[in-house]
């Protein structure tokens, strides 16, 4: 069938078939699909390539590769669901932003180029519930979205393609979710969605949580099953950033110390990260720790919480990837940022050793870390902001079947 296609075009163009499919895995998402517009034998060549499982892995490796120039990071602002306030339905019209950073190499310009834009996503099905109750998650293109009821939607916006995922087996009356994953198990070539919370035991007089449960959703079957999990959570936990990294997704929470919890998407377990020097940070202590990705790998940032005066951040980066998988990792503290003024909290590293950094006034600032120096002051991002990921653009499915990466 391949064959068939590319033939239809090479006889036009004169050009071998593994030439042609080599310069559209290079194109960007966007312009490929527009590009089915040129003509009949254009549109069925890119037709079926997008559903080609080994021309989308490879278009992905790809464009991961030659978008090392520009970041897009994903917003969602507040007002998610809030029906009950009329004044704020432009919010739940407009509450996702898009914001594209295009780094340069020219060591004479103090200012990044940035664009803001609005971008369109499905919504779960409204219940009255604050963003900061829903999840946001990307990997390769799909975008997880969840909140602690179990509902979830995966969506891949560059191809206008989203489903609602069925119902988990724990029932939201008996669970209390605690959190939400969603990554690429590249031993199973599948994709995969991760909830576990506390089980909600009645008891005379009282409701028990000590229980934990958890359970896995696979694209690839459509359907949820129950895992075992080791770990005990406190009832009362804070939910603070997420990511998915190699394999492997991560939270951060507060309960009430500060912890680092991961889940292997291929062996399916769960671990608890300890910090650097086996600190103990208890909320409200005026250390605030923050982790995130930094080149791929798992990056902490420890800073003062005080308002008002300059601030130093200290950057750990996790030693040995596979060892802080088993849960016992060892930290490298690589560098100090600052100090800083006006600085409320950092926010991501990006592309080029830059990172995006929160001012105390709610507008975004840029960090170049080889040149050491403030850059942009980006204002255009909403600053009634709840959480935020990276994003790429990708021909990915979310339809389920054979996936290829």
Partial sequence: MLGCCLGLFRRCY?????????????????????????SKSWYALISFLIKNPEFVSKHLRNIDNKISSSTCLVFCCAGYGQRRHPELKFLRRNMFQSLTIFHDDDNERDFGNYVPQHFDLPLLPARDQHASNVVGIHCDGIICQADYHGNVILCNPAIKEWRTLPKPRLDDGCLATKGVGFGYDPRANDYKVVRFGCERIPRVGQVDYSKTKAEVYSMGTDSWREIGIHLKFDRFLVRAQKFFSRGVFYWSMWA???????????????????????????????????????????????????????????????????????????????????????????LAFLKNDEFLMEATDGSLILYDLRRQVLRKRIQAVSRLRCWDFSYVKSLVSVQGGSQSR
């Fill in 14 to 38: 004169d050009l071998p078939e593994e030439v042609l499919v080599e310069i559209f895995s290079w194109l960007p998402t966007d312009s490929l699909i527009r590009f089915k517009c040129v």
């Fill in 256 to 346: 009430p110390t500060y912890m680092v919890i991961s889940f292997h998407m291929s062996d399916e377990l769960f671990h608890s990260m300890t910090l650097p020097n086996d600190l103990v940070v208890t909320q409200g202590e005026q250390i605030i720790p923050t982790v995130t990705v930094w080149n791929e790998s798992v990056a902490l940032f420890l800073y003062h919480a005080k308002i008002g005066v300059a601030k130093s951040f200290e950057v750990w980066v996790m030693d040995d990837y596979y060892v802080g998988i088993k849960g016992t990792c060892s930290w490298i503290r690589k560098l100090v940022v600052g100090p800083l003024v006006d600085i409320a909290t950092p």
